[in-house]
């Protein structure tokens, strides 16, 4: 049997993850065996967000750990590895460079050849982890901290991007409006817990919901809650008006995202949705997902939230499908990274 070890530095998680690749063709799948994800929140916190080189220097100084782990944890040693994956973009080229140059010494050393992955394409198959034989075609929801794509998924093999942002990105748009409101890094999870105890909607646009295209646009959203706090005269310091504003910005966000992603799933009349990257781990996405599609009759799949933010179980499970369709690993000297790499 097979046994894949994936490793994910693209951004600030330093990750490795050791699966177990079973069954051929349209039977195989994957037992995780390990999946060790070393966050360097604490370290961006006090920036407010990713300053890449420290994000590199971190990368360096745990990577060995986490493969260590990874394997230990896997209870194989790197001799018993027949498979090796790394994310080679999009991302931080200095994050992305830890990974790839760490695997090229690991295939060097073993004469193991790489996989290379693209890391959107890591959450987009991440549904599948839990569901490999999850009923396609399917409408792909990817919200991301860099990243927002709604994808049509015809087979486990071809997929059509038929949107994305035109400016900022959806996890991207809550960071910065966290920022805005004095709440902490990284955004998401703070605009969530503030936004529970939101009373007040300020009906903040709901960005190009009625484009006739999937293409979504998040940058005015966070100019109308700067407006909003300024003219109104908010004072940021107490609780609720916080809460009051983190509730509406979020409400606006997932109205667009929910909106487009049913649109998209009556049009072309898919059988399932799927939601996944780091924004996916909100719960009320999640829940008024779930609750729009039953009502067109279609069933949303989403990955556990530790599988929805950066991980390198969705790299190892994305390989592995790389490799089902056909995909020959490559020489360590044929590895690049690509920080823009498109889906
Ligand atoms: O997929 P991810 O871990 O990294 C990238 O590939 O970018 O996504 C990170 C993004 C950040 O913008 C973060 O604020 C957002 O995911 N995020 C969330 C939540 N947890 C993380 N956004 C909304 N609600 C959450 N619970
Ligand atoms: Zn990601």
């Not at 005015?220 to 008006?241: C, F, H, P, S």
């Given at each position: 049997?097979?046994?894949?070890?994936?490793?994910?530095?693209?951004?600030?998680?330093?990750?490795?993850?050791?699966?177990?690749?079973?069954?051929?063709?349209?039977?195989?799948?994957?037992?995780?065996?390990?999946?060790?994800?070393?966050?360097?929140?604490?370290?961006?916190?006090?920036?407010?967000?990713?300053?890449?080189?420290?994000?590199?220097?971190?990368?360096?100084?745990?990577?060995?750990?986490?493969?260590?782990?990874?394997?230990?944890?896997?209870?194989?040693?790197?001799?018993?590895?027949?498979?090796?994956?790394?994310?080679t973009?999009?991302?931080?080229?200095t994050?992305?460079?830890?990974?790839?140059?760490?695997?090229?010494?690991?295939?060097?050393?073993t004469?193991?050849?790489?996989?290379?992955?693209?890391?959107?394409?890591?959450?987009?198959?991440?549904?599948?982890?839990?569901?490999?034989?999850?009923?396609?075609?399917s409408?792909?929801?990817?919200?991301?901290?860099?990243?927002?794509?709604?994808?049509?998924?015809?087979?486990?093999?071809?997929?059509?991007?038929?949107?994305?942002t035109?400016?900022d990105?959806?996890g991207?748009?809550?960071?910065k409006?966290?920022?805005?409101?004095?709440?902490?890094?990284?955004?998401?999870?703070?605009?969530?817990?503030?936004a529970?105890?939101?009373?007040?909607?300020?009906n903040?646009?709901?960005?190009?919901?009625?484009?006739?295209?999937?293409?979504?646009?998040?940058?005015?959203l966070?100019?109308a809650?700067?407006?909003?706090?300024?003219?109104k005269?908010?004072?940021?310091?107490?609780k609720q008006?916080?809460?009051?504003?983190?509730?509406?910005?979020?409400?606006?966000v997932?109205?667009?995202?929910?909106?487009?992603?049913?649109?998209?799933?009556?049009?072309?009349?898919?059988?399932?949705?799927?939601?996944?990257?780091?924004?996916?781990?909100n719960?009320?996405?999640?829940?008024?997902?779930?609750?729009?599609?039953?009502?067109?009759?279609?069933?949303v799949?989403?990955?556990?939230?530790s599988?929805?933010?950066d991980?390198?179980l969705?790299?190892?499970?994305?390989?592995?499908?790389?490799?089902?369709?056909?995909?020959?690993?490559?020489?360590?000297?044929?590895?690049?990274?690509?920080?823009?790499?498109?889906?």
């Amino acid at each position: 049997m097979a046994k894949l070890l994936a490793i994910e530095t693209s951004c600030d998680e330093t990750a490795a993850a050791v699966v177990l690749i079973h069954g051929r063709g349209k039977n195989q799948k994957i037992t995780a065996l390990s999946n060790i994800i070393s966050s360097q929140i604490p370290l961006h916190q006090k920036t407010h967000g990713v300053v890449p080189e420290v994000a590199a220097r971190a990368h360096l100084r745990k990577i060995n750990n986490v493969v260590q782990q990874a394997l230990k944890k896997a209870h194989v040693s790197l001799e018993d590895i027949s498979h090796l994956a790394v994310t080679t973009g999009p991302g931080l080229a200095t994050s992305l460079l830890v990974g790839t140059e760490y695997v090229k010494g690991l295939s060097l050393a073993t004469g193991v050849k790489i996989t290379p992955v693209n890391h959107m394409l890591g959450h987009l198959y991440s549904a599948f982890i839990k569901t490999p034989k999850m009923s396609l075609p399917s409408i792909n929801l990817i919200v991301s901290g860099g990243h927002t794509y709604l994808v049509l998924l015809k087979d486990k093999k071809h997929f059509n991007v038929l949107g994305q942002t035109v400016d900022d990105a959806a996890g991207e748009a809550f960071d910065k409006a966290a920022k805005m409101l004095g709440l902490s890094y990284p955004g998401g999870p703070e605009i969530y817990a503030a936004a529970k105890i939101g009373k007040h909607d300020y009906n903040f646009p709901r960005p190009m919901i009625s484009s006739k295209n999937f293409n979504f646009s998040f940058a005015g959203l966070k100019t109308a809650l700067l407006y909003k706090i300024r003219d109104k005269r908010l004072d940021l310091n107490k609780k609720q008006v916080r809460a009051d504003l983190a509730m509406s910005f979020q409400n606006a966000v997932i109205d667009v995202l929910i909106s487009k992603t049913l649109s998209a799933a009556k049009k072309y009349k898919t059988k399932s949705i799927t939601l996944s990257g780091g924004v996916a781990a909100n719960i009320k996405l999640r829940t008024d997902l779930t609750r729009g599609a039953k009502k067109i009759g279609t069933k949303v799949y989403v990955p556990d939230a530790s599988l929805c933010t950066d991980n390198a179980l969705m790299i190892a499970n994305a390989a592995a499908i790389k490799l089902q369709n056909g995909f020959k690993p490559q020489p360590y000297n044929k590895i690049q990274i690509n920080p823009t790499l498109p889906l």
